[in-house]
C-alpha cells in the first residue's frame, strides 16, 4: 500500500511539473520551438544546418553597423514541397543593405531543401536579430542573432527611445512619438503594446 501511495505521489509530481513548464512557456519560446521543428524536417542537416549558413553567407553592412541600425528582421517566405522558394517578404525591414544581405543567405539556401507531400509544411517566419555591442535592446524573439563588437561606438538602448516616446506623447506631438516608435518596433516588432499604439497615431493622422 505505502508503494503504491509512494508511485503515485510521483506521479502526481511529474504532472504538476509538467503543467508549470507549459505554463512559462512564452509566445516567443513557441515561435521558436516550431520554427525549429520546422526546419529540422525541411531543411537539409535541420536548423543548425540552416544557422551556419547564414553566418557564413551573411555580412553586417559597414554603413549599417556605424549608423547603429539594430532590430529584428521577420523573414517571411514560402518554400514549395520540390524545393523552391517562393512569396519572400521582409516583414520589417532594417535597411542600410541588410535586407540585400538576408536575401542573399536564402538564395544560398536553395539546393538544401528536402522534399516534402503537405502544404502545411511550406511557411515559414524567420525573425533574425542585427545588434551591436551589449545594446540594451529585446533578445528573446529571435531565432538567429548577429551581433557584432566595434570598439569606441555605442548605440542607444530600447529606454532611450521609450523615454522620448513617453515624453512626446505627454506633449501630444504625435510626429514625434511616431519617430521613437518606428525606432522601438524595428527593435522589438513582436510587440502588440507598440503596433496598437502605432494603429492609434495613425488614426488620428487621417
Not at 503543467?19 to 524536417?41: C, G, H, I, V, W
Not at 512626446?168 to 521613437?180: T, V
Not at 525606432?183 to 502605432?198: A, C, F, G, M, V
Request: charged residues 30%; contains cysteine.
Amino acid at each position: 500500500m505505502q508503494k503504491s501511495t509512494i508511485i503515485s505521489f510521483i506521479f502526481f509530481l511529474f504532472f504538476v511539473n509538467q503543467l508549470l513548464s507549459q505554463e512559462k512557456t512564452t509566445p516567443a519560446e513557441s515561435r521558436k520551438k516550431n520554427l525549429k521543428e520546422l526546419l529540422d524536417y525541411r531543411y537539409i542537416g535541420g536548423f543548425h544546418s540552416f544557422e551556419r549558413l547564414f553566418y557564413k553567407t551573411v555580412e553586417y553592412p559597414e554603413i549599417a553597423k556605424k549608423n547603429c541600425v539594430i532590430g529584428i528582421s521577420i523573414v517571411r517566405f514560402e518554400v514549395d514541397c520540390k524545393g523552391e522558394i517562393k512569396n519572400l517578404i521582409i516583414k520589417n525591414p532594417l535597411g542600410w543593405g541588410i535586407d540585400q544581405q538576408i536575401q542573399l543567405f536564402l538564395q544560398e539556401s536553395i539546393g538544401n531543401w528536402n522534399i516534402c507531400s503537405d502544404d502545411k509544411y511550406t511557411r515559414f517566419e524567420v525573425p533574425i536579430q542585427f545588434i551591436i555591442n551589449e545594446t540594451e535592446t529585446n533578445s528573446t524573439d529571435a531565432m538567429m542573432i548577429y551581433q557584432v563588437d566595434l570598439v569606441g561606438y555605442k548605440c542607444k538602448g530600447d529606454s532611450f527611445y521609450r523615454e522620448k516616446l513617453d515624453l512626446a506623447l505627454e506633449k501630444n506631438s504625435d510626429k514625434k512619438a511616431y519617430r521613437y516608435l518606428k525606432e522601438l518596433i524595428k527593435r522589438d516588432p513582436y510587440n502588440t503594446e507598440l503596433t496598437s499604439l502605432r494603429k492609434e497615431i495613425l488614426d488620428r493622422k487621417k
